[in-house]
């Protein structure tokens, strides 16, 4: 596969920084952001790269040169004007025969190359783009993407009030077709994000690959100076999804928000008190944060999977709104008596199993939290550290203990947190 990074931008919100060398070029723990890059390129076997420049396109080419010292193979391509992230793309159409990867020169990356390429093979879409949630989703451009992560919406911003999205937003990295190039016009300026995708993505498909790995544009000085201290604490490889994370499960209804029996209406969903600044913590921490609940309503035909949907956009838009996100939404559709036993519905493991595989999760230093036995159980069942909280249903009237109790979420998640793992 080749790779084409995009290394034209002038880089003006950085301003002095940025007046003698291209944003590409600026330092990560000591090293050009292009220069790691092209180091995770080489480590997933991609060698042929080829670097799209324009703003101070010298000290890119002369830096680099062909390559060879870094192990790859570079050809560049100056655009005369700048063309957009996609306009540059059909002046090198002729070296773009077979699918490739792109990367903007400003963004700090660590990611399994190799699973992102499988992904993109397996479905075989015009174009893959890598989605992650953001703590800033009510100012951001926002994509839909349906079970098969099959992309059927683009919400740009702004987005008004009791408008309720997924939390999900493009990052900027793709992995492509050739056959994409089709739809840019030569010497037209044009935006993948803006102009192209949300023209095509009806008739063609594109795919959303979601991920939680290390994946941040360093276009402001504040950004820059953090994903430095991110770099330097070992945080950006730390998230690369070869290696296992700690992941904090939480229950939905009487721990993330009001109890109501048998909740179908969006509109009856309020986040308790305490959870924004509980997911927020966890969030600024390394743990993932991931929701696992049983919606039986759906078995029983009280609540269309659709309706389950716009409640969960509610559930994210509410946490965006303070900064906070989860990074994965699990539920079980299922009941009994409704049809035939599953394997997912709490005390059942399989969505903590599912969780696992998509994550690459820590079993055995992540923790439940929940408010009812089914929580503490399946935390049990699954080899986890459970803490029960005082909210929803209180775990009250049960006879299996959780490790730990907590008077809400947010104390529950300060409890793992100031103690770190060694809470038992
Ligand atoms: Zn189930």
Redesign the pocket.
């Known amino acids: 596969m080749i790779a084409v990074i995009l290394a034209g931008g002038f880089g003006t919100r950085l301003k002095e920084k940025t007046k003698n060398i291209p944003k590409p070029m600026l330092k990560i723990g000591g090293l050009p952001i292009l220069e790691r890059q092209i180091n995770l390129l080489k480590k997933y076997g991609v060698k042929e790269i080829i670097i799209l420049t324009h703003y101070l396109s010298e000290v890119i080419e002369k830096y680099f040169k062909d390559g060879g010292g870094f192990g790859v193979k570079i050809s560049y391509f100056k655009e005369k004007e700048p063309l957009g992230t996609a306009g540059g793309f059909k002046e090198i159409e002729n070296k773009l025969r077979d699918d490739f990867l792109i990367i903007y020169g400003d963004t700090m990356l660590n990611i399994d190359l190799s699973r992102l390429i499988a992904f993109h093979k397996k479905n075989n879409g015009l174009a893959t783009l890598v989605l992650h949630p953001t703590d800033h989703p009510y100012d951001s451009d926002l994509v839909e993407i349906d079970k098969n992560q099959r992309i059927i919406a683009f919400h740009p911003k702004p987005h008004f009030k009791n408008q309720y999205f997924r939390n999900l937003v493009n990052t900027a990295v793709y992995a492509m077709s050739p056959k994409i190039l089709r739809y840019i016009e030569k010497g037209v300026k044009a935006d993948f994000g803006k102009n192209i995708f949300p023209k095509i993505f009806k008739k063609e498909a594109l795919y959303g690959y979601r991920t939680a790995e290390y994946i941040r544009d360093v276009g402001t000085p504040a950004r820059l100076l953090e994903v430095n201290r991110d770099y330097k604490s070992g945080k950006t490889e730390r998230l690369n999804i070869k290696n296992k994370r700690a992941a904090i499960f939480i229950d939905r209804d009487g721990t993330i928000n009001r109890h109501v029996d048998q909740l179908c209406k969006f509109e009856d969903f309020h986040l308790l008190k305490e959870t924004a600044e509980a997911v927020g913590r966890i969030n600024d921490s390394e743990f993932l944060a991931i929701a696992i609940t049983n919606q039986p309503i759906v078995a029983m035909g009280l609540c269309s999977i659709e309706k389950l949907g716009q409640i969960h956009n509610k559930m994210e838009t509410l946490l965006g709104k303070k900064e906070a996100k989860l990074d994965g939404i699990y539920f079980?559709?299922?009941h009994p008596d409704y049809g035939e036993k599953?394997?997912?519905?709490k005390p059942e493991i399989?969505l903590v199993k599912m969780a696992e595989k998509d994550f690459n999760i820590d079993l055995e230093k992540s923790y439940f939290i929940g408010d009812s036995w089914r929580d503490i159980l399946c935390g049990k069942n699954a080899g986890l550290t459970t803490i029960g909280v005082r909210t929803g249903r209180g775990c009250r009237g049960i006879n299996i203990k959780p490790d730990y109790f907590a008077k809400d979420l947010l104390a529950a998640v300060n409890l793992i947190i100031n103690k770190k793992h060694g809470i038992k």
């Open positions: 079980c559709p299922h599953c394997n997912c519905r399989g």
